[in-house]
């Protein structure tokens, strides 16, 4: 099977940067797309924070353009994202979500990792 993991959540005060990784292993022939999802307190659901998927244009949150920047690197099927002038609304558990293709005969399907916490505060 596929597992993700995240890595590179925090505490961090406002303004601060980090930089989160999920790193995607198991039986991979390909990973149609890569996004960042939010949990932020108090809520029951995800919100998209960015996405990048294979060949396609990069999605981003309003509230993260500007400010995060979502990358991979393909050879490692590692996904990052970087934040930058982080805000106390970021805060919130970060899910790395992959669509990942095992045999070249499959279709593509949806992995989630466990997830990393950001915190900002001062």
Same mark, same amino acid.
């Given at each position: 099977?596929v597992?993700?993991v ?5 505490l961090?005060?406002?303004g601060?940067?980090l /930089?989160?990784?999920?790193?995607? $292993?198991?039986?991979?022939?390909s =990973?149609?797309?890569?996004a960042w *999802? /939010?949990q932020?307190p108090?809520?029951? *659901? /995800?919100?998209?924070? #960015?996405? @990048?998927?294979? !060949?396609?244009?990069?999605?981003? #949150?309003?509230? #993260?353009?500007?400010?995060f920047? =979502?990358?991979?690197?393909n &050879?490692?099927? @590692? !996904?990052?994202?970087? @934040? ?13 979500n #992959?669509w990942v293709? =095992?045999?070249?005969? @499959?279709? &593509?399907?949806?992995?989630?990792g ?5 915190t900002? $505060? $001062?």
């Amino acid at each position: 099977q596929v597992q993700l993991v995240e890595s590179g959540g925090g505490l961090v005060q406002p303004g601060g940067s980090l /930089r989160l990784s999920c790193a995607a $292993s198991g039986n991979i022939f390909s =990973i149609n797309d890569m996004a960042w *999802y /939010r949990q932020a307190p108090g809520k029951d *659901y /995800r919100e998209l924070v #960015a996405r @990048m998927p294979t !060949g396609g244009s990069v999605v981003y #949150a309003d509230s #993260a353009k500007g400010r995060f920047t =979502i990358s991979r690197d393909n &050879a490692k099927n @590692m !996904g990052y994202l970087q @934040m930058n002038s982080l805000k106390p609304e970021d805060t919130g558990v970060y899910y790395c979500n #992959a669509w990942v293709i =095992i045999t070249p005969t @499959m279709r &593509a399907s949806g992995y989630w990792g466990q997830g990393t916490q950001v915190t900002v $505060s $001062s």
